[in-house]
């Protein structure tokens, strides 16, 4: 078994050198974070029967989900799957380095609408 907690260590090592992970109690939940960036968390939504990312900083509820898997390759893609979600996540919310203060430099991107999260079913 696969908990939430060990998915969070092997993403963290795909995210690099500068990513921390935490293990909840029981492991059902792990938290990862690097200097600088939201705290992002895996835990399972018993209702649903999947394994739910949210990002801390983030009201809108889970930035995706994923389908609970049981062998070593889907297990190894939900991985991958984390880390690339938390990385969309961090450049979607990533500050706009050509803003400034004043209204002149205003994003004109309408944000994206809000919504069911990424939901990942892997094969």
Do not use: C
């Amino acid at each position: 078994m696969t908990t939430p907690a060990a998915i969070a260590h092997r993403a963290a090592k795909i995210l690099g050198s500068a990513w921390n992970a935490y293990t909840g109690s029981w492991e059902a939940l792990g938290r990862l974070n690097a200097p600088d960036t939201d705290t992002y968390t895996l835990d399972v939504d018993v209702d649903e029967g999947e394994l739910r990312l949210t990002a801390g900083l983030d009201p809108t509820g889970p930035i995706a989900t994923f389908r609970e898997m049981h062998t070593p390759a889907g297990i190894a893609a939900v991985t991958e799957a984390v880390a690339q979600e938390i990385r969309r996540h961090l450049a979607e919310t990533a500050p706009d380095p050509t803003a400034s203060d004043g209204p002149s430099q205003a994003r004109t991107e309408a944000p994206p609408p809000p919504g069911r999260p990424h939901s990942h079913h892997l094969p």
